[in-house]
């Protein structure tokens, strides 16, 4: 079996429902991810295809109801790509939903390369690295219909289910608050759908952003500097549909707003 052949051919298949709007049941299987390093590759080489620039990543499943609801039982991360990253109060378009859900989230800007030559990161020293924190909304997608089934390889393959991504302004004084222990609520059409708070996300937005600082090395693709790391839902996923008018509300550092276009 030709290995780099299937990674190019699985990535080009990806893109193309990307592009189209169209879903698939799996990847099939002579081009299928056997393990998370294969689907990795696969990742790598389908933001190549993709012609987009890689402008930060993403971390899925940070929690037990976001593990639930893909089917997997550990975090997984994706590539955020410009051309799917929106300013806040932008209109997300609505093409190709299928997953067709939104989450409030933490994000941040990274003030220098994460390389581990000085150890592994936790949740203490990680905040030393970072230059901003921004609140974020995550449209997660995929374009595999059995998307709770097919296990991690196949939907890190699939870009770590990263869709649209809306990052709203920078917020001051956050260094003084834990962030574990905000409380987050998010809305649709005014009306409030889900509540949380930040340990929702891997014990805490910091704790998440240490996981995958530890996890980009381990897998030899370290977070550089200026990276913008969105860490996870910190509510329940909400449902959307074209024209939404989502609202993500995080206690005593503001709010951000997204709407998906009809």
């Known amino acids: 079996m030709n290995l780099a052949f299937d990674i190019e051919a699985a990535a080009e298949l990806l893109w193309h429902n990307w592009r189209d709007g169209t879903v698939i049941n799996s990847i099939p299987l002579h081009m299928q991810p056997k393990n998370l390093d294969e689907g990795y590759a696969i990742q790598n080489c389908f933001a190549e295809f993709s012609k987009n620039q890689v402008i930060g990543r993403k971390i899925a499943a940070t929690s037990k109801e976001g593990q639930r609801h893909i089917g997997i039982d550990h975090p997984i991360q994706g590539l955020l790509l410009d051309k799917f990253c929106f300013s806040e109060n932008s209109f997300v378009p609505n093409h190709g939903i299928y997953m067709a859900c939104a989450e409030p989230e933490f994000a941040f800007k ?153």
């Open 110 to 262: 990274i003030a220098e390369n994460l390389d581990g030559k000085k150890g592994s990161y936790n949740s203490r020293n990680i905040a030393k690295k970072i230059e901003s924190l921004f609140l974020a909304i995550e449209f997660p997608e995929t374009r595999i219909t059995n998307f709770n089934d097919v296990g991690a390889a196949q939907l890190i393959a699939d870009n770590g289910c990263a869709g649209y991504f809306v990052m709203g302004c920078k917020v001051n004084g956050w260094q003084e608050l834990d962030l574990a222990k905000v409380k987050v609520s998010v809305k649709k059409n005014g009306v409030i759908q889900e509540t949380g708070e930040g340990s929702a996300a891997y014990g805490g937005p910091l704790s998440a952003l240490a996981w995958l600082a530890n996890d980009a090395v381990k897998r030899g693709s370290p977070i550089i500097k200026d990276e913008i790391i969105t860490t996870g839902t910190c509510t329940k996923p909400i449902h959307i549909e074209g024209g939404s008018k989502i609202h993500a509300i995080f206690e005593e550092l503001g709010e951000v707003v997204a709407q998906v276009k009809n």
